[in-house]
């Protein structure tokens, strides 16, 4: 029986990683904005968690989150014992994953009942800009196009996985980042910060030639300019909220069976609509 094809070369992931780790010029700030963002949400629920886990490709970032979790690597089997935690949150690594949905149900299944999974993930709106410049220098000059920049989820689809992986109350929201940048070359140099250069399975394996990226540079300044001659790239973050079904948790109403108009509680007339 054949393998199943690999979207990311894991052991150049793994490079990646441990060069952007070991940088003094690390650029974590969206990780930052990332863990700010999980850090208000768990704020709100009236609960404490005990024993909580944190799935991640950059354990010293995500470490001050929780410190009292348990940190797990990203790898395609998940070092989560079954019903163990009653909080598992996966820290922006979903996005490297060739199963998503199986890293969902991994994480549902280490939750105890009514324990909560939370995902900050990047979305398919992340890079648009370097995504569309790249492709259009690189068909220019050679004729043709490459693997890049890693296809991302869209927010409705990975809403969607929530579902599939058995979490009840699923909820996707997203936020728009631009960040502005000298130009492509900053940009450039700040992924590898990140740790998020090209890791793909298929990712071409020379040299590439520079006339590609001088002509990505002229498209990008032109597409997408910012303020004082600058560029803007766009990062999405989607965040992903689910919790381990529970028999004493809130269950949706069933369509129809509402007892009271929403006309009435926003205090406006109803107009039906015609056939």
Known sequence: MSQPR??????????????????????CFLHEQAMSELKERLSEVNRKFIQPAIVTGFP??????LPEARIVADEDVLDLAEGAHDLVIHGLSLHWADDPVGQLIQSRRALQP?????????????????????????SEVMGGMSPRV???????????????????????????????????????HDLRAMGETNALADRRRIATRRAIFRRAAELYTQSYPADDNRVVASFEIITLTGW?????QP?????GSAVARLSD???TTETKLKN
């Open 6 to 27: 690999r979207l990311t070369d894991r052991n150049a992931l793994s490079r990646n990683r441990a060069r952007a780790a070991s940088s003094t010029l690390s650029a």
């Open 60 to 65: 010293e970032t995500w470490r001050p989150l």
């Open 114 to 138: 009514d324990g909560l999974f939370l995902a900050t993930t990047f979305g398919g709106r992340t890079l648009q800009e370097l995504r569309a410049t790249l492709g259009q220098a690189e």
């Open 150 to 188: 890693l296809p991302m989820g869209e927010i409705r689809d990975l809403g969607a996985l929530l579902q599939r992986a058995g979490f009840a109350l699923p909820v996707a929201d997203s936020v728009i980042h631009d960040v502005s940048y000298r130009d492509i070359f900053h940009l450039m």
């Open 244 to 248: 381990a079904p529970a028999p004493d």
């Open 251 to 255: 269950q949706p109403l069933r369509p």
């Open 265 to 267: 509680a926003l205090g």
